[in-house]
């Protein structure tokens, strides 16, 4: 089965804690994506990476960091530096390529909870 | 900058068609796509529609493009209380950033 795995599907960590969020693609796609998700504010796009050890700023990346070491694999990390932490967190990943239509699919989510 | 706007609700009876509706800002869009989100779950892609095409029909889903007023609808027919979700219209720029403009969803509620 192909696909875009998010673990945990919930997630609780207190205040001032680091946390690593998961994302792991075998969909064989070059491009993926972190977005944030609030009640009533849609999705805003935190980091997105094109190619493996590559990736650019959204437009909400303030206290978030990622790496792209391995194409299948893009991992956020919340940092106590972020200073409202407690959302719903979704992964995408797309095909890149001139002729690509850059249809993002998406992951279950990760419902982050700090207390 | 770009901008996608979606009321954010509708609610219609069971067995009638919904209608949501999409308008974007941005005259250089190449793909324009609706997903569907139910509660505590991911975005699901229902569909896609080129920029230079006019309509676009899938089983109960029908998309249709004005692009000269930059409006985008999703008509589903025959409406389930399964269809209650969120709706999300997004649409890319010709470029080569490959980020999707989000409008902020619009929740359909199907009563029965």
């Known amino acids: 089965d192909g696909g875009i795995t998010q673990s945990p599907k919930y997630l609780f960590r207190k205040e001032g804690q680091n946390v690593t969020l998961s994302c792991e693609q075998n969909?064989?796609?070059?491009?993926m994506y972190w977005y944030r998700q609030d009640p009533g504010q849609g999705l805003r796009l935190i980091y997105y990476?094109?190619?493996?050890?590559?990736?650019q700023k959204g437009d909400i990346a303030e206290g978030y960091s990622v790496s792209r070491e391995k194409k299948e694999s893009f991992p956020l990390t919340v940092t106590s530096a972020q200073k409202n932490p407690t959302a719903f967190y979704l992964c995408?990943?797309?095909?890149?390529?001139?002729?690509?239509?850059?249809?993002?699919?998406f992951g279950p989510g990760t419902r982050l909870t700090v207390l | 900058g770009e901008d996608v706007e979606q009321s954010l609700f509708l609610s219609v009876r069971e067995g009638d068609s919904s209608v949501i509706n999409c308008t974007y800002t941005?005259?250089?869009?190449?793909?324009l796509y609706w997903y569907k989100q139910e509660p505590g779950a991911g975005l699901q892609l229902l569909t896609y529609?080129?920029?230079n095409m006019d309509m676009k029909q899938d089983q109960r889903l029908t998309v249709l493009l004005n692009k000269k007023d930059k409006h985008l609808s999703l008509r589903i027919a025959d409406t389930q209380t399964g269809d209650s979700a969120i709706y999300f219209c997004?649409?890319?720029?010709?470029?080569?950033?490959?980020?999707?403009?989000w409008g902020l969803g619009t929740s359909l509620a199907v009563n029965p």
């Open positions: 995408a990943s797309s095909i890149s390529g001139q002729v690509s239509t850059d249809t993002q699919y």
């Open positions: 969909l064989n796609h070059d491009a």
């Open positions: 990476s094109q190619i493996v050890n590559d990736f």
């Open positions: 941005d005259s250089s869009s190449t793909y």
């Open positions: 529609i080129f920029s």
């Open positions: 997004a649409e890319k720029g010709a470029g080569n950033n490959r980020k999707l403009i």
